[in-house]
């Protein structure tokens, strides 16, 4: 028997097994125009439903066989749930821009990449081009694991109607970047504040009298390094062939485990997926006990708290705010029990949204 045999017997089945996917990949993509049919005729615009696309890629990755990882497995099906919704209808969404940057990643996790994703110059511009109508939807960063919050963007949220209809997490990996070929040659170094924090160790052995200029965004970074010599960018990988860099060392950040948390933001929050968060802004009386009291109807409705963050309220010297993320969604009976003692205690009281918790 040939020694090709196996391996052409293996293949027959593999060509087979191609075909079948495209029969039933075809054949999604079919439903979903009918789906964008009868929306229409029923006058729903809403194309995009955070909740459901949550649902079902839990679902996915919990009767995932392998051998391919969970992840992959619903990297593969955010992908295919992207290209159908674009059939009913291309979702457009602002991101920190420009190209390149890790909440450009973030944003094509989240939605997969057959959506319009519009760059921008700062957070505060994702936020007005969402109020604005010219996007659908806007991806912010808002924590890291090792740096912590991103105040700017909890800010924002103070004077915004806008709410949270999402969130999507991004293990970081930074790598530094440049025209030249040697780490020697490297006189200055771009980045992000954050990014040059979250590799600041091994900056400090690599290139300790390397000049370090920070920047708005890594992926402007890595424009500058191209542009001059002698210089290098600390950015995500993508950035190095978008602006025609070396990769020079690969994953130089200090925390092998870093990883940024970003929000969804769009003018309607999300309907509960199963598996849900809460965002609230609060504030007390500056008291003693004030705050103890303020989030007692938590534990007495046994509603988790993820995180809390305090933010001058900027009406008052030493008055602050609160920002809360829960285990929950609005529309669960002990949750909605808890908002209306919270919004009863507070002196003020603003939900931010209900989200799907992110897919990992």
């Not at 991101?95 to 997969?112: D, N, R, W, Y």
């Amino acid at each position: 028997m040939s020694t090709e045999d196996p391996l052409s017997r293996l293949r027959e089945r593999i060509d087979a097994l191609d075909h079948e996917l495209l029969r039933l990949i075809s054949a999604r993509a079919a439903l979903a125009r009918e789906v964008a049919d009868v929306k229409a005729a029923n006058g729903d615009r809403k194309f995009y439903r955070p909740e459901r696309e949550a649902a079902i890629l839990r679902r996915i990755k919990e009767h995932n066989p392998g051998p391919l990882e969970g992840e992959e497995i619903t990297r593969l099906f955010r992908e295919i749930m992207s290209t159908c919704l674009a059939l009913e209808q291309p979702l457009s969404v602002a991101f920190l821009g420009p190209e390149g940057t890790f909440t450009q990643a973030a944003a094509l996790k989240h939605f997969g990449h057959s959506i319009r994703a519009v760059p921008v110059g700062d957070i505060a511009d994702v936020f007005r081009e969402v109020e604005a109508g010219s996007c659908a939807y806007g991806v912010v960063p808002v924590e890291n694991s090792t740096e912590g919050v991103i105040s700017h963007t909890l800010d924002l949220f103070m004077g915004s109607p806008l709410k949270i209809a999402g969130e999507v997490t991004l293990r970081i990996h930074h790598h530094l970047m440049s025209r030249e070929a040697d780490l020697a040659d490297i006189r200055t170094l771009f980045s992000h504040q954050q990014s040059l924090a979250q590799c600041r160790g091994w900056l400090d052995h690599h290139l300790p009298g390397a000049e370090r200029i920070a920047v708005g965004s890594n992926a402007q970074a890595a424009d500058m390094a191209a542009a001059q010599a002698g210089s290098a960018a600390v950015a995500g990988e993508s950035a190095a062939g978008t602006y025609g860099l070396k990769v020079l060392a690969h994953r130089i950040e200090d925390e092998p485990g870093n990883t940024t948390r970003f929000l969804v933001i769009a003018k309607e929050d999300s309907a509960a997926s199963g598996r849900d968060k809460m965002s609230l802004l609060l504030a007390c009386r500056n008291e003693p006990g004030g705050l103890y009291r303020l989030l007692a109807p938590l534990a007495e409705h046994h509603i988790s708290m993820t995180r809390i963050e305090s933010r001058p309220s900027r009406r008052g010297i030493w008055d602050y705010v609160f920002y809360i993320d829960i285990l929950g969604h609005r529309d669960e009976a002990p949750v909605g029990e808890a908002l209306q003692q919270l919004e009863g205690a507070s002196l003020y009281f603003k939900i931010l949204g209900s989200y799907p918790e992110a897919v990992l």
